[in-house]
């Protein structure tokens, strides 16, 4: 199970950090708005998917660790699409709209992947596993951003060494931008389909076995 879930944590941390963090990239940088706004809307986020996580803990106590998984990775698959939609019309309760729903799709997929890799595991080995998954969260992140900001900016330069002198330099580097973060985002849409995959088929439906003599 510690496993499954170092697999699934790298899946979901890659999205869920650069789509928390990118977003404030793509607002400045593409829809011209102040990195305030768009810093205040990235909080929103963390804190709806903060809050989500406790909330499907619980959840997945009662219905099992693979529906809700499922429900959340299916729920973010959807998302993608009206998330960037309601993103590009820069209107900030639409944005808030967005990233909330996106918080709690990621809050539904993070607490089975917790639980699942400290259930079973003896008392004395407790700290190692939940060192272990804190490690992974923290590199699923990294690996997620390095490989997704590495992707945006193989798009960019492809495009604009492909349309080089068809454009105005600065209209051209604008365009470049938004062909990258649309690549990126379908990405991002493709790892939530491989891992809605990947968890219908590693995780056991059901709800989890507690060992009553278990601290």
């Known amino acids: 199970p510690l ?21 404030t990239s793509y607002g400045t940088r593409v829809l011209g708005l102040p ?15 903060g809050v989500a996580i406790v909330w499907s803990g619980a959840w997945s106590d009662r219905v099992g660790r693979r529906r ?11 998302w993608s699409f009206p998330f960037f939609l309601l993103l590009d019309t820069a209107s900030l309760p639409l944005m808030l709209l967005a ?12 607490a089975p992947g917790f639980s699942l890799a400290t259930l079973g595991v003896r008392a004395v080995d407790s ?15 990294s690996v997620g951003t390095a490989l997704l900001n590495t992707i945006a900016a193989t798009a960019a330069t492809g495009y604009a060494t492909a349309h080089l002198g068809t454009q105005q330099p600065k209209l051209l580097m604008a365009q470049a931008a938004v062909h990258s973060y649309t690549t990126t985002f379908w990405w991002a849409a493709g790892i939530f389909a491989v891992g809605a995959i990947i968890g219908a088929i590693v995780l056991r439906p059901g709800i989890p076995e507690m060992d009553p003599e278990q601290p």
Do not use: D, H, K
């Open 35 to 49: 990195s305030s706004t768009m810093l205040a809307v990235g909080i929103v986020g963390a804190v709806v998917w």
């Open 68 to 78: 809700v998984y499922l429900s959340g990775t299916i729920a973010l698959l959807v």
């Open 99 to 110: 990233v909330a729903v996106l918080g709690v799709g990621l809050g539904l997929v993070f």
């Open 127 to 141: 700290g190692v596993a939940s060192a272990t998954v804190n490690t992974v969260q923290q590199v699923g992140g």
């Open 3 to 23: 496993l499954i879930a170092i697999g699934l944590f790298i899946a979901n941390n890659m999205i869920g950090y650069l789509l928390i963090a990118f977003i």
